[in-house]
């Protein structure tokens, strides 16, 4: 007797499939994983957006001037604003780790199926070998002690390959079992964080009405100062100055110089609404990436304490540029970064003559001789 092939085939295939099923059992922790910070992230978004209104309503009973009032609301809806952007992150992390696990599970039923067929291909034959006393056949047709040892080795090689097989088929009824409940807990949660961020983009609306409100009881003259000064708290000129010391005799991008130009945008698809010397107010898309003029080396990364947002300071030789507002960062300090590298993601900010959400990013350049202006708008291509 033989055994048959085709059972001996399969075996060979399933156990060839385990690395695959433990390395999507890997992808799937590192995107639970994922899913966790970006929800550590949202929780300490809703613990600064609740100080934030709580800050606001202690200004309303207080009855403080409308500019006080203005900056709070705007605040918010920055504060706001970047809450549902990370949530939504957490909706597409959420979705993308359903299909994954849904994939999986198919995938999983699949190996089961196959793995009760060939189990029970394996039991059926076993049966008629024994009913046909096949076994005893197969060992008295031996030619010798050592072709018996071989056979009798053999029939027992066949009932660990059941007795496997069988722990496989429990092994993959397990996983099935924990797939369907980690899916029906995944698809729970992307029901509950939508509907936070239906709730959070309601607030929004109100606090855009109540801003609208506010602004509408200054005047022209407070308006305009109102901006100035909104503007001024998040210049980069105090940051500058330390960072200068930084750049001593940095090598990495030291080919820039005050007469590089004809660079691309640092916000990709983005486009220039001001210049102002040397920064350049730059608007773009939801979610545009935003990258290094030029080659260099992170300097600085950090979280502005009136915005929220994140800027970075790029090194390029002793030059300094900056990225100011955005949402999220993909680099850290004294990483080196490529000409167009990608630093992050535009953020969004409330346009205060307007009251209107947009995503800009505010970028400066700085010459290492603090006496020597440079003009952002010498920089890039011109169209």
Not at 226 to 253: H, Q
Not at 276 to 300: D, H, Q
Not at 339 to 368: C, D, H, Q, R
Request: proline fraction near 1%.
């Amino acid at each position: 007797m033989k055994i048959p092939m085709r059972i001996l085939l399969l075996v060979m295939a399933l156990l060839m499939a385990l690395p695959q099923c433990v390395m999507s059992q890997k992808q799937t922790a590192e995107e639970k994983a994922r899913i966790a910070e970006q929800r550590r992230i949202v929780e300490q978004l809703e613990k600064e957006l609740a100080e934030d209104e709580k800050k606001l309503n202690s200004i309303k009973k207080d009855k403080s001037t409308a500019q006080q009032r203005v900056r709070s609301i705007t605040r918010q809806i920055n504060s706001r604003n970047q809450l549902l952007n990370r949530t939504e992150r957490e909706i597409g992390s959420i979705e993308r780790s359903i299909v994954h696990n849904d994939s999986l599970l198919q995938q999983t039923q699949t190996n089961f199926a196959t793995e009760k067929e060939s189990y029970a291909e394996m039991v059926r034959e076993a049966y008629r070998n024994y009913k046909q006393n096949n076994y005893i056949t197969y060992i008295l047709a031996s030619e010798n002690f050592t072709d018996a040892a071989r056979r009798i080795a053999n029939i027992r090689a066949m009932a660990v390959l059941r007795k496997e097989r069988l722990h496989r088929m429990d092994s993959l009824a397990k996983a099935l079992e924990e797939q369907q409940s980690s899916l029906a807990q995944r698809r729970h949660s992307l029901d509950s964080v939508q509907r936070k961020a239906e709730a959070q983009r309601k607030k929004l609306q109100g606090d855009v009405s109540s801003a609208k409100k506010a602004m509408s009881q200054l005047s022209k003259r407070e308006q305009a100062a109102l901006k100035e000064k909104m503007e001024s708290e998040e210049r980069l000129d105090a940051a500058i100055d330390a960072l200068r010391k930084l750049t001593k005799g940095n090598s990495v991008g030291a080919s820039f110089s005050r007469t590089t130009s004809n660079l691309n945008l640092p916000v990709v698809g983005g486009r220039v609404r001001e210049y102002k010397g040397n920064m350049a107010e730059i608007v773009g898309e939801k979610g545009a990436a935003v990258r290094s003029i030029y080659e260099g080396k992170v300097v600085e990364v950090r979280r502005n304490r009136i915005t929220g947002k994140y800027d970075v300071f790029v090194a390029h030789g002793e030059y300094i540029t900056s990225y100011a507002n955005l949402d999220n960062v993909v680099v850290r300090k004294e990483q080196k970064i490529a000409k167009n590298g990608t630093l992050g993601e535009v953020g969004a900010s409330v346009n205060i003559t307007t009251m209107k959400t947009e995503y800009k990013m505010v970028f400066g350049i700085y010459s290492p001789n603090p006496k020597e202006v440079m003009r952002a708008a010498n920089c890039f291509k011109k169209k």
